[in-house]
Each structure stands twice: as structure tokens, then as C-alpha cells.
T-cell receptor
């Protein structure tokens, strides 16, 4: 299995530009999570989907952030317009109730992250 | 008060030392207690988990949960330079109707094991 795939791995953009981050979850996983990680705030959940439906977006910082999951194999996180304080590493993770050991805990499998720098 | 509080570190120890990493939590509904390990410039990976109170051992790693005091610990015996990483605790309630609930991660403790 290829694992969770994220693109791009690095993104440098200027303030005010639109940024789109992409994620392909592990095939068969029905839950997808977007996180943001900074030194100051640690790993923060932005939004998560179950069966392509957004369940909780209370972590999305403001209206400049939006996320979509048009199908089970693809999700996007968009920032428009971007600001320097959005600079962070953005992770996508996926999970499934019938995970590796078929237990009922929620093992999440993380992608390699997208390192975003907004100048 | 945050739902999960973790000793921030950073922590630096000599090779072979015993390491203790700790978290406290406030949500009594948490049933599963996971530890994720994150190497530099990588995504977190599940290291081990326990269900409810008690201990669980996996090689040099022992996870311990005391639900009465809402305290979570990870012990590393005979620490190695390859253990150098950030460790994040992540308690959760468990699945509901076949769909995931969100994890609440601690802030992470950065560990460096010096050769």
C-alpha cells in the first residue's frame, strides 16, 4: 500500500495567493483528517470527514480555509487568501474502523505533510 | 484547561537511560490511549496503544494508564539514539457506529537520546 499521499510536499507562496493542498487517503479508509502543525500550537485538527461528509470543522481557523472531499479517494484543503500566519506543516491522515488489527481504536495513518510557507 | 496536557520537554538523555513521558487528560469518556511517534520532517506514526487502565509492554516500550487519576505514561527502557523523536499522546473515545471520532493530541514531547 502506498500510504496516504499528499501534494505538494513543499509550497512557497506570497501573501494573498490561493493555496490548494491535496490528499489521497489509503484505499478503503472511510475517515479523513486535516491537521496543521506549528511549533507554537502543536498538532491541531482542522476538519475531518466520515464517508466523504464533513463531521467537524470547528478547527478551521476562519473563512479563508475550506476543505472538500468529492469522493473517497481525494480531498483538498484550500486557503484563500493566504497569510504569513498560515505558514505551517499541513498533514492529512486517514483511518478505518477495520484498521490494521481490526480493533475499535482509531489508528490514523498520516501522510508526509505539506510544508507551507507564506511570504 | 486543555483536554489533553503533555509535559512539553524538550528532553535530552544519554543512551541507555530510562525515559518517562507523561500526559494528563480531563475527558472521562476516553477509553483508548495511544502514543504516536514523529520523526523529524515526517508524519506521526502509531507507536502503541492501551485500552482502559493498566499497562502494556512492547519491547523496550511500556504504556501505562491510570484512569482514576487521568494520567498516561510512556516508558522507554534502554533508550537508543534511534528513539530520538517527538512523542505525542492521543486519547480517544473509540469508534461510534463504524465511523471515527477525532483524536485529541497532546502538544508532544521532543526527545533526544545522546550516544
Amino acid at each position: 500500500d502506498a500510504g496516504v499521499i499528499q501534494s505538494p510536499r513543499h509550497e512557497v507562496t506570497e501573501m494573498g495567493q490561493e493555496v490548494t493542498l491535496r490528499c489521497k487517503p489509503i484505499s478503503g479508509h472511510n475517515s479523513l483528517f486535516w491537521y496543521r502543525q506549528t511549533m507554537m500550537r502543536g498538532l491541531e485538527l482542522l476538519i475531518y470527514f466520515n464517508n466523504n461528509v464533513p463531521i467537524d470543522d470547528s478547527g478551521m481557523p476562519e473563512d479563508r480555509f475550506s476543505a472538500k472531499m468529492p469522493n473517497a479517494s481525494f480531498s483538498t484543503l484550500k486557503i484563500q487568501p493566504s497569510e504569513p500566519r498560515d505558514s505551517a506543516v499541513y498533514f492529512c491522515a486517514s483511518s478505518s474502523p477495520t484498521g490494521v488489527d481490526r480493533g475499535k481504536h482509531n489508528e490514523q495513518f498520516f501522510g508526509p505533510g505539506t510544508r507551507l510557507t507564506v511570504l | 484547561q486543555k483536554e489533553v496536557e503533555q509535559d512539553p520537554g524538550p528532553l535530552s538523555v544519554p543512551e541507555g537511560a530510562i525515559v518517562s513521558l507523561n500526559c494528563t487528560y480531563s475527558n472521562s469518556a476516553f477509553q483508548y490511549f495511544m502514543w504516536y511517534r514523529q520523526y523529524s520532517r515526517k508524519g506521526p506514526e502509531l507507536l502503541m496503544y492501551t485500552y482502559s487502565s493498566g499497562n502494556k509492554e512492547d519491547g523496550r516500550f511500556t504504556a501505562q494508564v491510570d484512569k482514576s487519576s487521568k494520567y498516561i505514561s510512556l516508558f522507554i527502557r534502554d533508550s537508543q539514539p534511534s528513539d530520538s523523536a517527538t512523542y505525542l499522546c492521543a486519547p480517544e473515545e473509540g469508534f461510534s457506529s463504524g465511523s471515527a471520532r477525532q483524536l485529541t493530541f497532546g502538544s508532544g514531547t521532543q526527545l533526544t537520546v545522546l550516544p
